[in-house]
């Protein structure tokens, strides 16, 4: 992929107060007329300006020196900004100075309907294309188009609808946004092939700016989403990707459920536990509210129904104690600002959708821990996937010896960084084992070839209950979590199951 800049800004935001507001900033001025906003970030101020200079024939603009190359790229910008550091005001501000309507593109209808939701309240006229509307919905967005509507909602499978894509490039669009665009690498060559055909479509509908925007993406993906939406050739504004506010830490278990659970009590709220799977995080959210109640905790899944989501998220959303037990169904636009802890029971299968995950943290700028729960399986498991690869990150950040920030960093194709928060700086030292596996192991040492595998499992319980549980005045290990410990020790082969003459009793390996 051929990039015009990368830009790394560090100067402070251009700021205006209300009593000192002096500033012949077009963009400046509608995003505080509009939303309130008395300052810009530097990189929302270089986004924005692209988007406006694009709407500039060549033949109008004064020659400054520019190279003829410099036209390749007019109007093609990738954007990448940390979670939560206001993208979208980077499409919405323009949109308020644009001759014409902007397009702009999500991969989720959860997220076109919670955008439409703040749009109608910001006052900003909009409209929504899915898949579902009838012929009359449609032309009823069309005449809400030619009556100045300034933002238009979309799919990408919307879209592959001909008919409707060409009656959009006849409505003289100015700008055309494409949110979470590492979709595009992610989901395009696998489940959701109208992404592979964006490129077309931004040909057809002909905007004179195209910006795609993302939190994450390490070189393999910026590459591909950028030959994929403009052929190879794009510009690219980078923020600085270090969000020095989330702290990261690594625990080594082997009953992850059970620790995510003690972690749950005494770590800050808001909390977030993302689990692999949805039954998984079903399990995880029956088990704490059994605890905390029911209006404590709740769970949210892709196989929820809309209305059930929506009834959550309002939930949550005000909520400044509560725990929510999800998978990566609440990942993607997902803006409450006050989560400080955020669990993940198992990784993430790339670097940049752990950023992306653990990015829920910390939106309002207050520290969030990031705490990625980590046992022998899931490094098995990493084992699968060649040397270098994304989806072998996570494997060399849970195991890292050095700074876990500068591994993610690093998987990103991103700068160097003064660690201001990971557990090993802090500790000065790596991760230390399981304490559960380790307490199993005290306990078999001391009581060697005397139980089988049931005998174990029962003892093990009890022993760890006794240890870790007591000060909450409950017992937290069942034997479900046991036999988790006892079958990893036994794979790790730390222990094992002796022949003649005690055949069936257990012992250190």
Not at 84 to 108: E, H, I, M, Q, R
Request: net charge neutral; charged share 30%; proline share 4%.
């Amino acid at each position: 992929m051929e990039e015009s800049v990368s830009e790394q800004i560090e100067f402070p935001a251009q700021k205006a107060s209300d009593e000192d507001f002096y500033t012949d900033d077009e963009a400046l001025i509608a995003a505080r007329k509009a939303f309130g906003i008395n300052y810009l970030y530097p990189w929302q101020s270089i986004v924005i300006a692209n988007i406006l200079d694009a709407q500039i024939p060549a033949e109008e603009k004064v020659d400054e020196g520019d190279s003829d190359d410099t036209e390749l790229y007019k109007g093609k910008q990738i954007v990448l900004l940390p979670t939560g550091a206001g993208k979208s005001l980077c499409f919405l501000t323009p949109s308020l100075l644009l001759k014409g309507a902007t397009l702009v593109l999500y991969p989720l209808l959860a997220l076109m309907s919670d955008q439409k939701r703040r749009m109608d309240d910001a006052g900003i006229k909009s409209v929504v294309f899915c898949g579902d509307q009838t012929k009359e919905q449609r032309e009823e967005n069309f005449r809400q188009i030619e009556n100045g509507a300034r933002i238009i909602l979309a799919n990408p499978e919307v879209l592959q609808n001909e008919e409707l894509t060409e009656r959009l490039a006849k409505c003289k669009i100015s700008h055309i946004a494409i949110d979470e665009a590492h979709c595009c690498a992610e989901w395009g060559d696998t489940f959701r092939p109208a992404y592979l055909n964006l490129g077309n479509v931004i040909k057809k509908i002909n905007a004179p700016a195209v910006t795609a925007f993302t939190a994450t993406a390490s070189p393999e993906v910026l590459s591909r989403v950028s030959e994929i939406l403009f052929g190879g050739i794009a510009h690219v504004v980078r923020s600085d990707s270090d969000r020095s506010n989330i702290h990261y830490e690594v625990i080594n278990t082997y009953a992850k459920k059970r620790t995510a659970f003690l972690l749950a009590l005494k770590r800050p709220k808001p909390l977030i536990i993302f689990c692999g799977t949805r039954r998984k995080s079903e399990d995880m959210a029956r088990e704490l509210a059994a605890y905390y109640g029911n209006d404590k905790v709740k769970f949210y899944h892709a196989g929820m129904e809309r209305e059930e989501k929506t009834k959550v998220e309002k939930w949550f959303y005000p909520k400044t104690d509560a725990i929510l037990c999800c998978t990566c169904a609440f990942g993607m636009g997902v803006d409450k600002k006050d989560i400080h802890t955020v669990i993940h029971l198992e990784p993430s299968p790339t670097a940049e959708a752990y950023i992306q995950e653990a990015g829920r943290g910390g939106r309002d700028g207050s520290i969030a821990d990031a705490i990625l729960l980590w046992n022998p399986n899931d490094s098995i498991q990493a084992e699968k996937y060649p040397q270098g690869s994304r989806q072998r990150v996570l494997k060399e950040f849970a195991e890292s010896n050095t700074c876990r920030r500068q591994v993610l960093l690093d998987a990103l194709g991103a700068e160097q960084a003064a660690c201001s928060g990971c557990d090993i700086c802090k500790r000065g030292a790596p991760a230390p084992e399981a304490v559960d596996g380790k307490l199993a192991m005290e306990l078999i040492s001391r009581h060697k070839k005397q139980w089988t595998m049931d005998e174990l499992n029962l003892q093990t319980e009890k022993y760890l209950n006794q240890r870790i549980s007591r000060k909450y005045e409950m017992n937290f290990y069942e034997h479900k979590d046991t036999t988790e410990i006892i079958s990893q020790l036994k794979k790790r082969n730390l222990i094992k199951v002796c022949g003649f003459p005690f055949k069936g009793l257990i012992t250190t390996s």
